[in-house]
Nanobody
Framework: VQLQAFGGGSVQAGGSLRLSCTIS????????MSWFRQAPGTEREVISC????????FYDGFVKGRFTISRDNTKGTVYLQMDSLKPEDTAVYYC????????????????WGKGTLVTVSS
């Protein structure tokens, strides 16, 4: 199983980035997918999750209305469109495959990808 996040970079406040996470080795429709982020000196936190079939998505309050999660199971890819970026969005972003089709099921996270750094300057 391999997960790889990419698409990070440096952007000015108010700008946009689109992160992608490619997944191989999993029956992707059986796994909810999440994006986490970890800023320096803080714990990793979940910011968004999408169910295995893509029918439902959830967002942390800090990103709701600015970020959009989506997935294309035929391409083995999950996306995170990030708009209206703020300096406080600066972090390493990780994608993860959850333990089941549904978000926050209590089954924990099964697989993690390597992170991609997003830096937002004011």
């Amino acid at each position: 199983v391999q997960l790889q996040a990419f698409g990070g970079g440096s952007v000015q406040a108010g700008g946009s980035l689109r992160l992608s996470c490619t997944i191989s080795g999993l029956p992707l429709e059986e796994y909810a997918m999440s994006w986490f982020r970890q800023a320096p000196g803080t714990e990793r936190e979940v910011i968004s999750c999408i169910t295995g079939g893509g029918g439902s998505a959830f967002y942390d309050g800090f990103v709701k209305g600015r970020f959009t999660i989506s997935r294309d199971n035929t391409k083995g890819t999950v996306y995170l469109q990030m708009d209206s970026l703020k300096p406080e969005d600066t972090a390493v972003y990780y994608c993860a495959a959850e333990g089941g089709r549904y978000c926050f099921s209590g089954n924990g996270t099964d697989y993690w990808g390597k992170g991609t750094l997003v830096t937002v300057s004011s």
